[in-house]
């Protein structure tokens, strides 16, 4: 069976990208893969959070995995910093890496950069990444067209430690949705919708109550030309309008815009569309998130089951880098 594994930052609250792009694919694959996700919440640590709000927000999120039909009992649901193979295999594939391919990455560039005040773990948290999908032996990552680039990063270092160490690592593909996998800003439609470029109207989350959901849509941004084609090169507003709705019908934007007329209809039913795909998820997330103990117990559990997997995959890469193993008398 393929195994797949994917996870998420908890670095603030979940929106219609990580939805359409990540958390959907996650519970579709469920059923066909042995599949692993996790909440990342080390990845969290590149950016200021504090204590109480990350661990506040890993609960969170994985009651929003919980809510959105992920199922303990058909996948594996873990915290990443609950297997301590993460950070040891990354630092495997750092002594892997280059600083120039990891100068390269977009998303690192987007956040700041080469600066003297950035952090370490933002220039390497890709490193990070491929030490958590190689980890699994996985062969599929459900990821949105943003990862690609990381995506591509982990097959280039999980090759090399192989060519040079011995076949140590299965290399991974990324599993990209054909709809939504790059869901735009609605104030900003030339770029991501993204958790932490703060840009409220322009960023609809999953637990938005149905009167901002339909605010924010109202007034996204389209043009003037009243035209209604799917043209995301010109006309981005109204291509991210579409997108929700082809994401939210699975057919295709170009399909939804021979149905409309005129702008406002269109808005009236993505609106109405996301209303009904959340208000589900929102009342099963209040249900998930009102047990604690329920999460915590649900998580010890998937951890158990990651760190068995984890614990040969990284004794097998440090076995190949030539690390002594433990010996105990
Ligand atoms: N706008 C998006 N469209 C489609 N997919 C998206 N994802 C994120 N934004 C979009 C997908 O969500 C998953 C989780 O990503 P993450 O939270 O670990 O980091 P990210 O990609 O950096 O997400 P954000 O929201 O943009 O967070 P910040 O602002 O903190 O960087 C990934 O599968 C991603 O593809």
Redesign the pocket.
């Known amino acids: 069976m393929t195994r797949v594994l994917?996870?998420?930052?908890?670095?603030?609250a979940?929106?219609?990208?990580?939805?359409?792009?990540?958390?959907k694919n996650f519970v579709r694959e469920q059923d066909h893969a042995d599949a692993f996700y996790c909440v990342?919440d080390l990845?969290?640590l590149t950016?200021n959070i504090d204590p109480e709000s990350l661990r506040k927000a890993s609960l969170d999120l994985m009651a929003i995995y919980l809510a959105s039909g992920l199922d303990p009992e058909r996948c594996t649901l873990f915290l990443q910093s609950h297997v301590a193979e993460h950070t040891q295999l990354a630092w495997l594939l750092e002594c892997t890496a280059s600083m120039g391919e990891l100068r390269r990455m977009t998303?690192f560039k987007?956040?700041g950069g080469d600066q003297e005040g950035t952090r370490v773990g933002l220039f390497t948290y890709p490193v990070l990444m491929a030490a958590d999908i190689v980890l699994y032996d996985v062969d599929r990552?459900?990821?949105?067209?943003?990862?690609r680039q990381h995506l591509e990063l982990t097959r280039d270092l999980a090759q090399r430690f192989n060519h040079r160490f011995g076949d140590v690592f299965v290399i991974p593909e990324a599993s990209i949705?054909s709809v939504?996998?790059?869901?735009?800003?609605l104030q900003e439609p030339t770029r991501?919708?993204?958790?932490?470029?703060s840009s409220p109207l322009g960023t609809v989350n999953m637990l938005d109550d149905p009167s901002d959901i339909e605010r924010k849509i109202k007034k996204a941004v389209t043009d003037t030309d009243g035209e209604l084609r799917y043209d995301p090169e010109t006309k981005p507003g109204l291509a991210t309008l579409l997108s929700l709705l082809a994401a939210c019908e699975r057919v295709s934007p170009a399909t939804i815009a021979q149905r409309y007329e005129r702008y406002g209809d269109l808005k009236k039913d993505v609106a109405a569309a996301l209303i009904a795909e959340l208000a589900p998820i929102q009342q099963r997330y209040e249900e998930f998130r009102n047990d604690p103990a329920a999460l915590e117990a649900m998580m010890a559990v998937g951890a158990q089951k990651a760190r068995s997997v984890a614990a040969r995959t990284y004794q097998r890469a440090a076995d190949a880098i030539g690390l002594a193993p433990p010996v105990s008398h």
């Open positions: 994917s996870g998420i930052q908890p670095s603030g979940m929106h219609l990208g990580n939805y359409f792009g990540a958390i990342v990845h969290a950016q998303q987007d956040k990552v459900p990821v949105g067209d943003d990862q949705p939504g996998a790059r869901v735009m800003d991501k919708m993204s958790k932490s470029v």
